[in-house]
């Protein structure tokens, strides 16, 4: 059976809270176990997956960043996206990325709730459809 570890950055609960209870839910339906891990923030996702490449067959990164007023938002962003990527790349090992990047609470809200629109539905969704198209996972 196929693992997937799941960080979860929980700076924003509530939303957080929501990615992760539908990320699991579609995980369990198509038959893969999940474990969890949460951290403060979105910059300790791509550390906390390094520290476990070996122990999981996919990733998923959880969480939401809201643009300020500062050019914080495009830094951690980036980074955060870049360093999930090459870990993807180096490890060959499928990291979706649930994490919402939002303009505001409003817009973040939409995109955590419920099923249809939530990012970690659509994380979950392409990390199934590797793993299940991948012979060498």
Do not use: W
Request: a positive charge; one cysteine or more.
């Amino acid at each position: 059976m196929k693992k997937v570890l799941i960080v979860c950055a929980n700076y924003y609960q509530g939303i957080s809270a929501n990615l992760l209870k539908e990320a699991k839910k579609t995980l369990a339906n198509a038959k893969i176990k999940s474990s969890s891990i949460t951290v403060p923030g979105v910059f300790e996702i791509p550390v906390t997956i390094s520290k476990n490449i070996k122990k999981f067959d996919a990733f998923l990164s959880l969480g939401c960043v809201i643009k300020g007023e500062t050019p914080h938002f495009e830094l951690i962003c980036r980074s955060t996206f870049d360093g999930l990527m090459k870990l993807s790349i180096e490890s060959k090992k499928p990291i979706g990325n649930g994490i919402i990047t939002a303009l505001n609470l409003r817009q973040a809200l939409v995109r955590s709730e419920g099923i249809k629109k939530n990012k970690g539905v659509e994380a979950a969704i392409a990390v199934i459809h590797i793993l299940k198209n991948d012979s060498t996972t």
